[in-house]
Antibody, heavy 121, light 108 residues
Protein backbone atom coordinates (compact mmCIF):
# COMPACT_ATOMS: atom_id res chain seq x y z
CA UNK A 1 0.00 0.00 0.00
CA UNK A 2 1.37 3.39 -1.00
CA UNK A 3 1.79 5.75 1.92
CA UNK A 4 2.99 9.33 1.95
CA UNK A 5 3.37 10.93 5.36
CA UNK A 6 4.16 14.62 5.65
CA UNK A 7 5.64 16.37 8.67
CA UNK A 8 7.17 19.68 9.63
CA UNK A 9 4.21 22.02 9.38
CA UNK A 10 3.36 24.56 12.02
CA UNK A 11 3.02 28.22 12.90
CA UNK A 12 5.80 30.50 11.71
CA UNK A 13 6.30 34.24 11.51
CA UNK A 14 6.56 36.06 8.19
CA UNK A 15 10.09 36.07 6.85
CA UNK A 16 11.10 32.94 8.74
CA UNK A 17 11.85 29.46 7.40
CA UNK A 18 10.29 26.02 7.67
CA UNK A 19 11.26 22.63 6.30
CA UNK A 20 8.63 20.07 5.29
CA UNK A 21 9.39 16.39 4.95
CA UNK A 22 7.56 13.48 3.37
CA UNK A 23 8.26 9.84 4.09
CA UNK A 24 7.25 7.41 1.35
CA UNK A 25 6.56 3.69 1.44
CA UNK A 26 4.77 1.01 -0.54
CA UNK A 27 6.34 1.74 -3.91
CA UNK A 28 9.77 2.01 -5.54
CA UNK A 29 10.42 5.61 -4.56
CA UNK A 30 13.33 6.26 -6.91
CA UNK A 31 11.29 5.25 -9.94
CA UNK A 32 8.94 8.23 -9.71
CA UNK A 33 8.92 12.01 -9.81
CA UNK A 34 7.47 13.64 -6.72
CA UNK A 35 5.70 16.94 -6.09
CA UNK A 36 4.35 19.32 -3.50
CA UNK A 37 0.84 20.72 -3.97
CA UNK A 38 -0.74 23.21 -1.59
CA UNK A 39 -4.21 24.42 -0.74
CA UNK A 40 -4.81 27.72 1.02
CA UNK A 41 -7.79 27.85 3.40
CA UNK A 42 -11.01 27.72 1.40
CA UNK A 43 -9.15 27.83 -1.90
CA UNK A 44 -8.30 25.45 -4.72
CA UNK A 45 -5.25 23.34 -5.43
CA UNK A 46 -1.94 24.92 -6.43
CA UNK A 47 1.08 23.01 -7.69
CA UNK A 48 4.17 24.21 -5.82
CA UNK A 49 7.17 22.21 -6.95
CA UNK A 50 8.23 18.97 -8.60
CA UNK A 51 11.40 16.89 -8.84
CA UNK A 52 12.38 14.10 -11.19
CA UNK A 53 13.40 10.66 -9.96
CA UNK A 54 17.12 11.51 -9.99
CA UNK A 55 16.77 15.20 -9.01
CA UNK A 56 17.97 16.12 -12.49
CA UNK A 57 14.91 18.21 -13.31
CA UNK A 58 13.27 20.51 -10.79
CA UNK A 59 10.52 23.05 -11.20
CA UNK A 60 8.76 25.65 -9.09
CA UNK A 61 5.62 27.71 -9.30
CA UNK A 62 6.33 31.37 -9.96
CA UNK A 63 4.85 32.23 -6.55
CA UNK A 64 7.59 30.33 -4.68
CA UNK A 65 10.56 30.39 -7.06
CA UNK A 66 13.68 31.68 -5.36
CA UNK A 67 12.26 31.07 -1.88
CA UNK A 68 11.46 27.35 -1.80
CA UNK A 69 13.82 24.44 -2.51
CA UNK A 70 12.68 20.89 -3.20
CA UNK A 71 14.95 17.91 -2.68
CA UNK A 72 14.78 14.16 -2.32
CA UNK A 73 16.81 11.38 -0.75
CA UNK A 74 16.14 8.15 -2.61
CA UNK A 75 18.07 6.05 -0.10
CA UNK A 76 15.82 7.33 2.69
CA UNK A 77 12.70 7.40 0.50
CA UNK A 78 12.04 10.96 1.51
CA UNK A 79 11.02 14.23 -0.10
CA UNK A 80 11.65 17.66 1.40
CA UNK A 81 10.61 21.25 0.85
CA UNK A 82 12.74 24.00 2.36
CA UNK A 83 10.63 27.14 2.60
CA UNK A 84 12.44 30.43 3.22
CA UNK A 85 11.21 34.02 3.44
CA UNK A 86 7.71 32.82 4.21
CA UNK A 87 4.79 35.12 3.46
CA UNK A 88 1.25 35.30 4.77
CA UNK A 89 0.03 33.92 1.44
CA UNK A 90 2.09 30.76 1.89
CA UNK A 91 -0.34 29.63 4.58
CA UNK A 92 -1.86 26.38 3.32
CA UNK A 93 -2.04 22.65 3.66
CA UNK A 94 0.95 21.18 1.84
CA UNK A 95 0.49 17.79 0.21
CA UNK A 96 3.26 15.41 -0.79
CA UNK A 97 2.22 13.81 -4.05
CA UNK A 98 3.46 10.91 -6.17
CA UNK A 99 3.34 11.34 -9.90
CA UNK A 100 1.87 8.73 -12.18
CA UNK A 101 2.29 8.47 -15.91
CA UNK A 102 0.38 6.82 -18.73
CA UNK A 103 1.71 7.34 -22.25
CA UNK A 104 2.05 11.12 -22.48
CA UNK A 105 -0.32 11.87 -19.59
CA UNK A 106 1.04 12.91 -16.21
CA UNK A 107 -1.06 13.06 -13.08
CA UNK A 108 -0.96 12.68 -9.32
CA UNK A 109 -2.00 9.19 -8.32
CA UNK A 110 -1.24 9.23 -4.59
CA UNK A 111 -1.50 12.03 -2.05
CA UNK A 112 -0.43 12.33 1.55
CA UNK A 113 -2.84 13.67 4.15
CA UNK A 114 -1.06 17.01 4.19
CA UNK A 115 0.70 19.17 6.74
CA UNK A 116 -0.61 22.60 7.68
CA UNK A 117 1.60 25.66 7.46
CA UNK A 118 0.38 28.89 9.03
CA UNK A 119 2.35 32.08 8.50
CA UNK A 120 1.31 34.72 10.97
CA UNK A 121 2.83 37.34 13.21
CA UNK B 1 1.03 28.38 -19.74
CA UNK B 2 -2.25 26.55 -20.28
CA UNK B 3 -5.15 27.81 -18.17
CA UNK B 4 -7.99 25.46 -17.22
CA UNK B 5 -11.44 26.93 -16.66
CA UNK B 6 -14.09 24.80 -15.00
CA UNK B 7 -17.83 25.30 -15.19
CA UNK B 8 -20.10 25.63 -13.42
CA UNK B 9 -18.57 26.88 -10.17
CA UNK B 10 -21.36 25.15 -8.23
CA UNK B 11 -23.68 22.40 -9.38
CA UNK B 12 -26.76 21.37 -7.39
CA UNK B 13 -28.08 17.91 -8.24
CA UNK B 14 -30.39 15.42 -6.55
CA UNK B 15 -29.18 11.94 -5.58
CA UNK B 16 -29.83 9.44 -8.33
CA UNK B 17 -29.47 12.02 -11.08
CA UNK B 18 -26.43 12.66 -13.27
CA UNK B 19 -23.95 15.52 -13.02
CA UNK B 20 -21.61 16.92 -15.65
CA UNK B 21 -18.62 19.13 -14.94
CA UNK B 22 -16.79 20.90 -17.75
CA UNK B 23 -13.15 21.87 -18.07
CA UNK B 24 -11.92 24.10 -20.89
CA UNK B 25 -8.24 24.51 -21.71
CA UNK B 26 -6.88 27.76 -23.12
CA UNK B 27 -5.01 25.78 -25.78
CA UNK B 28 -5.02 22.21 -26.97
CA UNK B 29 -3.77 19.72 -24.37
CA UNK B 30 -4.57 16.64 -26.46
CA UNK B 31 -5.94 14.08 -23.97
CA UNK B 32 -3.70 15.04 -21.06
CA UNK B 33 -6.31 15.91 -18.46
CA UNK B 34 -6.94 14.31 -15.09
CA UNK B 35 -9.85 14.71 -12.67
CA UNK B 36 -9.76 14.66 -8.87
CA UNK B 37 -12.38 14.49 -6.14
CA UNK B 38 -11.89 16.21 -2.80
CA UNK B 39 -14.13 15.79 0.22
CA UNK B 40 -14.02 18.07 3.28
CA UNK B 41 -10.88 17.65 5.39
CA UNK B 42 -9.51 15.01 3.00
CA UNK B 43 -6.75 14.94 0.44
CA UNK B 44 -7.77 14.91 -3.21
CA UNK B 45 -8.26 11.54 -4.88
CA UNK B 46 -7.47 10.72 -8.49
CA UNK B 47 -10.58 9.73 -10.47
CA UNK B 48 -9.68 9.92 -14.14
CA UNK B 49 -6.42 10.31 -16.10
CA UNK B 50 -5.64 10.66 -19.79
CA UNK B 51 -9.10 12.27 -20.13
CA UNK B 52 -11.09 9.04 -19.95
CA UNK B 53 -9.25 6.29 -18.05
CA UNK B 54 -10.63 5.53 -14.61
CA UNK B 55 -8.07 5.17 -11.85
CA UNK B 56 -8.00 1.83 -10.00
CA UNK B 57 -10.94 1.36 -7.65
CA UNK B 58 -13.02 4.21 -9.10
CA UNK B 59 -16.67 3.23 -9.66
CA UNK B 60 -17.92 2.96 -13.24
CA UNK B 61 -20.45 5.74 -12.64
CA UNK B 62 -17.51 8.15 -13.03
CA UNK B 63 -16.57 8.78 -16.64
CA UNK B 64 -14.43 11.30 -18.46
CA UNK B 65 -14.40 12.41 -22.06
CA UNK B 66 -12.94 15.03 -24.35
CA UNK B 67 -9.78 16.00 -26.15
CA UNK B 68 -8.11 19.15 -27.35
CA UNK B 69 -9.65 21.98 -25.33
CA UNK B 70 -12.97 20.61 -24.06
CA UNK B 71 -13.31 17.97 -21.36
CA UNK B 72 -16.12 16.67 -19.23
CA UNK B 73 -16.48 14.60 -16.09
CA UNK B 74 -19.82 12.84 -15.80
CA UNK B 75 -21.11 11.17 -12.68
CA UNK B 76 -24.18 9.05 -13.30
CA UNK B 77 -26.68 7.99 -10.64
CA UNK B 78 -25.23 10.23 -7.95
CA UNK B 79 -24.63 8.67 -4.56
CA UNK B 80 -24.48 10.62 -1.30
CA UNK B 81 -20.71 10.12 -1.13
CA UNK B 82 -20.22 11.83 -4.51
CA UNK B 83 -21.05 15.30 -3.23
CA UNK B 84 -17.66 16.94 -3.12
CA UNK B 85 -15.39 19.34 -5.02
CA UNK B 86 -14.00 18.29 -8.38
CA UNK B 87 -10.84 19.57 -10.05
CA UNK B 88 -9.39 19.07 -13.50
CA UNK B 89 -5.62 19.15 -14.01
CA UNK B 90 -3.08 19.31 -16.80
CA UNK B 91 0.67 19.52 -16.93
CA UNK B 92 2.35 22.38 -18.79
CA UNK B 93 6.05 21.92 -19.41
CA UNK B 94 7.02 19.17 -17.05
CA UNK B 95 7.26 19.42 -14.07
CA UNK B 96 4.82 22.32 -14.04
CA UNK B 97 1.18 21.42 -13.47
CA UNK B 98 -2.01 23.45 -13.41
CA UNK B 99 -5.44 22.88 -11.88
CA UNK B 100 -8.87 24.21 -12.69
CA UNK B 101 -10.47 26.35 -10.01
CA UNK B 102 -12.78 23.57 -8.86
CA UNK B 103 -16.49 22.77 -9.09
CA UNK B 104 -18.60 22.25 -5.98
CA UNK B 105 -21.13 19.48 -6.44
CA UNK B 106 -23.78 19.80 -3.76
CA UNK B 107 -27.00 18.08 -2.99
CA UNK B 108 -30.23 19.64 -4.18
Amino acid sequence: EVQLVESGGGLVQPGRSLRLSCSASGFTFDDYPMHWVRQAPGKGLEWVSGISWNSGTIGYAASVKGRFTISRDNAQKSLSLQMNSLRLEDSAIYYCVKEGQFLSAYFFDYWGQGTRVTVSS
Amino acid sequence: ETVLTQSPATLSVSPGESATVSCRASQSVKSNVAWYQQKPAQAPRLLIYAASTRAPGIPVRFSGSGSGTEFTLTISSLQSEDFAIYYCQHYNNWPSFTFGQGTILDMK
